[in-house]
């Protein structure tokens, strides 16, 4: 890994990342709760907010929608993904080169999913590597989804793993590692330390309530976490921006879960 603090994508050593490549990951099924938001312009919106550090989203939908957006949205370009249609062995599709990302797209940073434990492990391992030394060209960072998964794990939130996942950014050059909350804040420190200095956020996960949501945010944060990558519990709320006001005061300002819902 590289410093980042100097990234577009870093405000105050924390990163804020909203998410919005469900459309091909999960599929339209995750718009249901908010209908408007199967219209990427929705979400880009709501990515506008200063809490959101960048937005991350495939190929398609940055061709199509960033040039809008671009003077108030740093973008992370996800460069593989696949449909939630595929049945077979965890596995993602490489939907976009790092050059195509960066030179004709205008992307800050990039994303790329691992799947620690799938039989393709080792083939998605050497197509990060292929990605992470493209970005180190361009000077960009780069975040690792790493989600351990596959017919041989047996629990992808147990803390070991959880730990596992945040090493294995840390050991293949990621700059950011986005990793599944493991319960508790002690866990958490747990995959803190094991990434070094990698920068450790939490997924978002489901939609909870929001005291739910804020206090795992909340644990993240007090473990040494810096940040969140967040999607559906962020925009398949009414009012995302009142969630994004709360999480800017928990991430950026140390205030608990409590403290920002009061405010």
Not at 3 to 20: T, W, Y
Not at 105 to 126: K, P, Q
Not at 228 to 246: K, M, S, T
Request: proline content about 5%; hydrophobic content about 40%; some cysteine.
């Amino acid at each position: 890994m590289r410093p980042i603090d100097d990234s577009p994508i870093v405000r105050d050593g924390k990163v804020l990342i909203l998410a919005m490549d469900h459309g091909l990951e999960h599929g339209p099924v995750d718009f249901e709760p908010v209908p408007e938001t199967i219209d990427p312009s929705t979400v880009f919106d709501v990515g506008t907010h200063d809490a959101v550090t960048a937005m991350a989203v495939q190929k398609g939908v940055a061709e199509a929608y960033y040039p809008s957006y671009e003077d108030d949205v740093n973008l992370l370009m996800k460069l593989n993904g696949t449909s939630n249609l595929w049945m077979g062995e965890p596995d993602s599709a490489v939907n976009c080169s790092v050059d195509y990302a960066v030179e004709e797209c205008g992307a800050d940073a990039l994303g790329f999913t691992l799947y620690g434990g799938s039989n393709n492990e080792i083939e998605m391992a050497e197509e990060f590597r292929k990605a992470q030394e493209d970005a180190r060209k361009h000077d960009v960072p780069m975040v690792m989804w790493s989600y351990p998964r596959g017919q041989g794990l047996k629990n992808d939130r147990d803390p070991e793993t959880i730990a596992y996942a945040a090493r294995q950014a840390l050991e293949l050059g990621a700059d950011v590692a986005k990793v599944k909350y493991p319960g508790s804040p002690e866990n958490m420190e747990w995959a803190v330390d094991a990434a070094g200095k990698v920068k450790v956020v939490m997924s978002g996960g489901s939609k909870t309530d929001d005291y739910a949501f804020l206090k795992q945010v909340e644990g993240c944060i007090a473990a040494g976490g810096k940040g969140l990558a967040v999607g559906r519990n962020v925009w398949q709320r009414e009012n995302p921006r009142e969630i994004l006001d709360a999480l800017e005061a928990v991430i950026y300002e140390g205030a608990s879960a409590e403290e920002a819902l009061d405010r």
